[in-house]
């Protein structure tokens, strides 16, 4: 079995169908589960006291808000070289999702950032770069929205959604290009070596983990209702022509 069989409209929807109700039950579970296990049954940390439970909404947030921006390279790329429908409306569907996850990382950062900082906000490179993204999110569900013929929209906004991965690697790896920033690395690592103390972290790691699957849960269901949406302009379509 080919992984480009699920490149069918068909099979997608039969696929994610049936994974969908599984998939959104567990993100469910783990957001909820994460968050009230992080923000009542944490205590407070000794430097940043109450304030650092904002790490549980803000860090799923801007991961999904940098990961949701390379999914839909991914699929941008898929339908430049393959041509493959499902992809382009995947990453179109995934657009409103990040750039959601994304205002939010930036909302939780400011809140986080003041009482640490002194400052709502600060052209920090990571900061800066992380709101570039959003504007290129903005961008790109515009190009999307200003051009008729959808394949026309899917090539314009591939290159786009190219172009704004550039800010994506830069909202990830600003920290180690530039020293002099005001934001942290990263706060936990596949490589070892976490900034955050076992109390904290696995709360944290579960709101993580909760957060994917409910961006996942979010693009499937808006991915399926482009694929209902396209359909539906081609059946009208192909009734103005008889």
Not at 7 to 31: D, E, H, I, R
Not at 148 to 159: F, G, M, R, W, Y
Not at 196 to 225: E, K, Q
Request: proline share 3%; net charge positive.
């Amino acid at each position: 079995m080919s992984i480009w069989e699920y490149a069918n409209p068909k099979k997608f929807m039969q696929t994610s169908g049936a994974v969908l109700p599984w998939v959104a039950s567990l993100a469910a579970l783990l957001v909820s589960f994460g968050l009230a296990w992080g923000f009542f049954f944490t205590g407070d940390d000794y430097k940043q006291g109450s304030t650092v439970k904002i790490i549980y909404l803000h860090v799923p947030a801007a991961m999904m808000g940098v990961g949701g921006w390379f999914m839909m390279l991914a699929g941008s790329l898929i339908w430049l070289i393959r041509r493959h429908h499902v992809s382009a409306l995947a990453a179109r569907a995934a657009a409103p999702v990040g750039m959601t996850f994304t205002l939010i990382g930036l909302v939780t950062g400011a809140f986080w950032g003041q009482p640490m900082w002194g400052t709502w906000w600060a052209w920090d490179p990571r900061l800066t770069s992380f709101l570039i993204l959003f504007l290129f999110y903005l961008g790109y569900q515009a190009l999307w929205a200003a051009i008729e013929d959808p394949d026309t929209a899917a090539d314009l906004t591939s290159v786009l959604c190219m172009v704004g991965s550039v800010f994506a690697f830069l909202s990830r790896y600003a920290v180690l290009f530039w020293n002099q920033g005001l934001h942290q690395g990263a706060s936990l690592s596949v490589a070892g070596g976490s900034e955050v103390s076992g109390v904290f972290a696995w709360p944290l790691v579960t709101c993580i983990a909760g957060f994917f699957l409910l961006f996942v849960t979010l693009v499937l269901m808006r991915t399926r209702m482009q694929i209902r949406l396209r359909r539906a302009r081609a059946l009208m379509a192909r009734e103005r022509m008889e």
